[in-house]
């Protein structure tokens, strides 16, 4: 139907909000429930292409795999990463003495997920970030550390799709 006429248009919408809210109506009549998601009880089933907040992988010896190289800060449209390096001594050579990533500018794009060499970012399942004030928003490094073997959904995922 066009939406050229504003009146068409509202009466369009009104429709399909009518014709959900009696389908629904029918069902709970019916004695069904399954028409809605009681959150946060229940939850919705996640498909495995789910980009949920970007986090860094946290290898078996408690470090991160991040070895500060800055792209995955370069990529960010909205510039929300933030890291300093450091030297380490090992052979890794550097490391991100700071890395924050302002949750309240990240929009789960995954790109820094697409630009790391390393894949030391990587988007995980987890999407309930709320936070009672801006601050909150800022998660650090050890914050944003997830066990390798707990990412496992996504990093085959990436390998899959990404022919990594
Ligand atoms: S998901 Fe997108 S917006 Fe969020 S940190 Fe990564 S590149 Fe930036
Ligand atoms: S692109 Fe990967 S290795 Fe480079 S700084 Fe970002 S997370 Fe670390």
């Known amino acids: 139907m066009s939406n050229a006429n504003p009146l068409l248009a509202i009466l369009s919408g009104l429709w399909v909000s009518t014709r959900h809210f009696l389908r629904n109506l029918s069902r709970f009549a019916r004695g069904r429930q399954d028409f809605a998601i009681h959150f946060p009880e229940q939850r919705l089933v996640q498909p495995p292409a789910l980009r949920g907040m970007p986090v860094l992988v946290q290898m078996d010896n408690g470090k991160e795999r ?27 050579e550097r490391y991100p003495q700071i890395f924050d990533i302002d949750m309240a500018r990240c929009m789960f794009c995954g790109l820094c997920e697409e630009a790391c060499p390393e894949e030391a970012i990587v988007m995980s399942r987890q999407i ?13 490094k050890q914050d944003l550390l997830v066990p390798v073997n707990q990412l496992k959904t996504r990093t085959d995922y990436l390998r899959r799709n990404y022919d990594r």
Do not use: F, K
Not at 72 to 84: K, L, R, V
């Open 66 to 92: 991040c070895v500060a190289c800055g792209l995955c800060e370069w990529a960010c449209p909205t510039t929300c990463i933030t890291i300093y390096p450091a030297e380490t001594t090992d052979e890794v």
């Open 128 to 140: 309930e970030i709320a936070s009672y004030s801006r601050r909150g928003s800022l998660w650090h």
